[in-house]
């Protein structure tokens, strides 16, 4: 038996990250660390107004500035030929290029792109930039929702959804209406956004840059500059955390693509801080109102849930706010409707848990405050109401462990101790509230493909168009293979981040593992395959015309089943004189999947401590229970709750961006004034981690993890909160502002 077989991990083993060394010894390379030969430095000019346009742009000091080579303005940028498909109507334009950089003199928002200084070094281009003079005029703007809700408008791709009769809440005997506001959030992912583009002649660009899914990126650049598929190339083996962030092209990246193919030498173009708080996407803000009715025995009779969320004035940006309400409880009065408010403000962006986060923090809350009303436990009202059928789509589900979620959440948190009465637990001076909440989130698949190449040394190497931004990619696509090959998980390398590689899907929504690791799976298994067909047909070899049935598989050796011969993958390989096998493989979901509906399920217990006096919230624990299918890595399953959690208890309590109306800017627009959670607000993190194997969405039995985590977390903080005080906030973020 071949010694590799000994170092084999299975699937769920709590395996390190494979690229943790690679990352903190500094071997890992990110957007802005490629230094490519006479690579250059781009930095942006950006707009003081949020709408109008441009009278004047006054380059000539900046130009005269040591070291600068140009100043690319709309008026001397290269043309974008997909720019030019359509001048007002966004639906002819590249889709994810709505807005159109350096093209004319109009201004969509502040702190837009209106130069790009580009210099021998950073601090030369800054301070070029810095010389840049920009004249506009002015116009009267928008950015307001709350101030804005007559003009909304019905989606292009609307979301609207209904069963039974409309409003019915209202004939119930006990109902709940109420609205409820969540707050911009940022992104703000540790590696800001940057670029470096380089031309060879007209018709071949790469681009080292932070993406989520190069494939993608791929196909908008293809679109957006008129070239073919193998003149563009993407490299991106690395993301320093994205959450949605860098799900498409966004200006730096064409800034740099631009000013590249002006000067006919490698840019590179970073953000800063201030400027990812508005030119990198963010969860936008929404109002939704809510209307529950129940029967005196808490049974749902009808639910009205009406959402709104900004969008920008040049592009329509819609998410799933609508979707926990469509599908978490068994209700057969339905009316959810969604509608966009233009602003004159950036197009907002996917944000982890994009849609169904704001939206459960809308229906969590509302179901809390009928079970206060009914007098009812809140997980009892759940279970009430529990769907054992999706109720959006009339489908069974591939698989739902929820009940087990209230159960041993309940059961470790202790919420059988819990007295039921806001106001009546304290710790010393301090009020103690105990809240919950449920959670759901699509899990579905894609199609991806993955290469396998098995070289003569017993090396493996998969590789596949997909991203790595943090969750542990790497590490649990190296388990799969693993599990599957028996090959030692140090003997293999996943390559990532590259546009040439097989064709995957980009890292959002919750389906990597389930669609790339498939992917994975399959190739490894069609990779054995080959190998037994090499082996039962190679004259004069151990296992030469043995039916391919009575071979097994042990490690890295393929034997007889009765164990009378057995031969390993490495001299497989070299009986057949091949250096290495390669295998690529597609894999997609069957029809059956059509049959099911899949999604995850969590269930989340808080308890919180506030003071009286001040009204300051600390959380100080968490039991996060969750249903996620066949767990891949018990450590990086477990770093995804954490995460989500601590996210969760930023947009709980602080996270808020904070606009002044007057201008259309940004006033917290840094990690100084835009708060986020710290160690020192961390309170103990208990995870559950259900792990049970999902028999239908792939052939790991996994589901969705990322996202899950953080749906309804907010809304337990927030019925926490009114537990420990009796007052129900209903407009994130919770400050002490809004409790005294």
């Not at 083993?13 to 494979?18: D, E, F, G, K």
Request: net charge neutral.
């Amino acid at each position: 038996m071949d010694e590799t077989a000994f170092d084999k991990v299975s699937i769920g083993n709590p395996l390190n990250r494979v690229d943790g060394q690679l990352k903190v010894t500094g071997g890992a390379k990110y957007a802005a660390e490629y230094n490519l030969p006479n690579v250059t430095y781009g930095v942006l000019v950006t707009s003081t107004i949020a709408k109008g346009r441009i009278t004047r742009i006054d380059t000539q000091a900046a130009e005269k500035a040591p070291g600068v080579l140009a100043i690319m303005t709309y008026k001397n940028a290269p043309k974008v030929p997909g720019y030019e498909a359509g001048t007002d109507n966004s639906q002819s334009r590249v889709f994810g290029q709505e807005f159109r950089v350096f093209y004319d003199d109009r201004i969509y928002f502040n702190n837009q792109p209106v130069a790009l200084a580009i210099a021998d070094t950073f601090e030369r281009a800054t301070h070029a930039a810095s010389l840049v003079q920009v004249h506009y005029q002015e116009q009267p703007h928008e950015t307001s929702t709350k101030n804005n809700l007559a003009k909304a408008i019905k989606p292009e791709r609307p979301d609207d959804y209904s069963r039974g009769a409309k409003d019915a809440y209202k004939t119930a005997p006990v109902t709940i209406e109420q609205t409820y506001h969540t707050p911009v959030h940022v992104h703000n992912p540790m590696e800001p956004h940057a670029a470096t583009a380089v031309w060879e002649g007209d018709d071949k660009l790469t681009v080292y840059n932070k993406s989520q899914g190069v494939k993608l990126a791929q196909k908008d650049l293809m679109k957006a500059f008129n070239l073919k598929e193998e003149n563009i190339q993407l490299h991106s083996p690395f993301v320093g955390g994205a959450f949605g962030s860098s799900s498409r092209i966004w200006p730096q990246e064409m800034a740099a693509i631009l000013g590249a193919k002006k000067i006919g030498r490698p840019v590179k173009v970073s953000l800063k801080r201030d400027q990812q708080f508005n030119m990198v996407g963010y969860r936008p803000r929404s109002i939704q109102k809510v209307g529950i009715g129940a029967a005196a025995d808490g049974t749902l009779i009808g639910i009205t849930h009406e959402a709104y969320g900004l969008t920008s004035s040049y592009e329509q940006f819609t998410e799933r706010i609508l979707h926990p309400t469509k599908s978490s409880y068994r209700c057969p009065n339905l009316t959810a409707t969604y509608r966009l408010v233009p602003l004159d403000v950036s197009t907002p962006c996917w944000t982890r848990g994009p849609g169904e986060t704001s939206g459960s923090f809308a229906l969590e809350s509302a179901m809390d405050e009928l079970a206060y009303a009914l007098t009812m436990d809140p997980i009892a009202l759940r279970l009430k109401n529990y769907a054992e059928v999706d109720p959006e789509k009339n489908k069974p589900w591939s698989s739902k462990f929820q009940k087990e979620c209230y159960e041993r959440g309940a059961e470790r948190f202790g919420w059988s101790k819990r007295n039921p009465l806001p106001g009546s637990m304290r710790s010393g001076e301090l009020l103690v509230g105990q809240g919950m909440s449920s959670g759901i989130y699509k899990s579905e698949r894609s199609p991806a493909a993955a290469r396998a190449t098995l070289k003569a040394d017993g090396t493996l190497t998969i590789q596949t168009g997909s991203a790595d931004t943090g969750p542990g990619t790497y590490t649990v696509l190296n388990q799969i293979a693993s599990d599957l090959t028996g090959i030692a998980s140090e003997k293999i390398k996943v390559e990532l981040g590259n546009s040439m590689f097989p064709q995957a899907p980009p890292q959002f929504g919750s389906h990597t593992v389930i669609s790339v690791g498939s992917a994975v799976h399959d190739v490894c298994v069609a990779l054995k395959q080959r190998l037994a067909q090499l082996a039962v047909n190679k004259e004069g070899t151990a296992l030469y015309k043995a039916a391919e049935s009575n071979l097994v598989f042990e490690g890295t050796t393929i034997r007889l089943k009765n164990g009378s011969a057995h031969v390993s993958y490495i001299d497989v390989l070299k009986q057949n004189k091949l250096p290495e096998l390669e295998v690529q493989q597609e894999a997609k979901s069957g029809p059956e999947v059509e049959k099911f509906s899949g999604k995850s399920f969590c269930a989340n217990f808080v308890e919180v401590h506030v003071h009286p006096a001040t009204g300051m919230v600390k959380v100080t624990r968490v039991v996060s229970a969750v249903d996620a299918g066949r767990v891949m890595n018990h450590k990086t399953a477990r770093s995804q709750v954490l995460g989500s959690v601590i996210w969760g208890l930023g947009m709980a309590l602080m996270e808020d961006g904070v606009m002044d109306h007057r201008y259309g800017r940004y006033m917290n627009k840094d990690l100084a004034e835009y708060h986020v959670p710290v160690c020192a607000d961390t309170p103990d993190i208990d995870v559950i981690l259900i792990d049970k194997p999902d028999p239908i969405i792939d052939p790991m039995g996994a589901k969705g993890l990322g996202e899950i985590g953080m749906i309804g977390l907010a809304a337990a903080i927030a019925n926490a909160v009114y537990h420990a005080t009796g007052k129900r906030i209903r407009e994130l973020p919770i400050t002490p502002d809004k409790l005294l």
